[in-house]
């Protein structure tokens, strides 16, 4: 790991905003008498979110206020390389992707860009002190390569033109879109997609059922419930949705789910999303205690919960 120093021009004093430090006590405030120091890094950020870096001054502002020792809060700030130890771009400050995957889609074009128009080092200040530039390592986007993250933003499918248009924006205060600068959507192929392109049968199962009183519908099927419909959801596996493809199915009471043949059941299990779920939640059994005016351990709590609410 590279040694990190503070810069050699620091700022005499540094002091929290108003709100800042009222939001650093409560931070504070979250750990236990003699625990303080667990709020560093978070104190440390909050100093870079204000700044824009971390200077000395700040460290030994963060070191008072969590009574740590100095050397120990500034072990942390040179430890992480998310702190930055010098001033940063007033607009922005680019940090441009150099893992293999980046580097083999262009990340060089981008550092290029970055050496023309900021500067020739990194983490030194264009002339007009607006911003800076750095190379870090993976920014967790490798599909989207290259990319480039300014603030919490992140840039993607880059080239040397999306990235110069980006920083023109920038410099004449327009706003930026984040993400991908192609068409893609998103981590999607760049060409569009290849697969998952049919809606799933299970997805149209409600538009794809037998009609009311079709032959295709097994024996037992209703056309209307016997009176008031029983509360399938008291079986284990069947919810709202369920329940619904059911009832559209004819099927409404638990005696009718207790005498399904294995021929029914397969029927059934055609309109379900999950085949199978019938046999390996024991529907049937479940349905045939419910049908005799018992309970089950899963319909006791389903009703203990509506009564509940």
């Not at 990194?122 to 599909?143: K, N």
């Not at 008291?234 to 099927?251: C, H, Q, R, T």
């Not at 205690?289 to 509506?306: C, K, M």
Request: charged residues 25%; proline residues 6%.
């Amino acid at each position: 790991m590279a040694v990190r120093r503070l810069a050699a021009d620091q700022p005499t004093t540094f002091a929290f905003s108003a709100d800042n430090r009222a939001w650093a006590g409560r931070e504070i405030a979250k750990y236990p008498e003699g625990r303080a120091a667990s709020a560093v890094i978070a104190l440390l950020w909050r100093v870079q979110e204000q700044e824009g870096w971390v200077s000395e001054p700040a460290i030994r502002v963060v070191a008072e206020m969590l009574d740590m020792p100095r050397i120990r809060v500034l072990e942390v700030a040179t430890f992480y390389t998310m702190f930055q130890l010098q001033p940063v771009g007033r607009v922005a400050h680019v940090q441009v992707c150099g893992t293999t995957p980046c580097w083999l889609r262009g990340a060089n074009d981008l550092k290029d860009v970055c050496r023309q128009r900021i500067h020739g080092d990194q983490h030194a200040l264009s002339e007009d002190g607006r911003f800076s530039w750095e190379e870090v390592e993976c920014l967790g986007a490798c599909v989207n390569a290259p990319m480039i993250q300014i603030g919490a933003d992140t840039f993607e499918d880059l080239d040397r033109g999306s990235f110069e248009a980006i920083l023109d924006a920038l410099a004449d205060g327009r706003p930026v879109t984040p993400g991908p600068q192609t068409e893609r959507m998103r981590a999607a192929p760049a060409g569009g997609l290849t697969s998952l392109l049919e809606v799933p049968e299970a997805d149209t199962a409600t538009e794809e059922l037998p009609p009311t009183g079709s032959g295709d519908r097994p024996a037992g099927a209703l056309d209307a419930p016997r009176g008031d419909a029983d509360d399938l959801k008291k079986i284990s596996g069947v919810g709202p949705k369920l329940e619904g493809i059911l009832n559209d199915l004819g099927i409404f009471h638990y005696d009718q789910i207790a005498g399904w043949s294995p021929d029914t059941v397969a029927w059934v299990d055609e309109h379900l999303k999950f085949k199978g779920r019938i046999d390996r939640e024991d529907w049937i059994g479940q349905a045939k205690v419910l049908a005799a005016g018992g309970e089950t351990d899963f319909s006791r709590r389903a009703s203990a919960d509506s009564e509940t609410d």
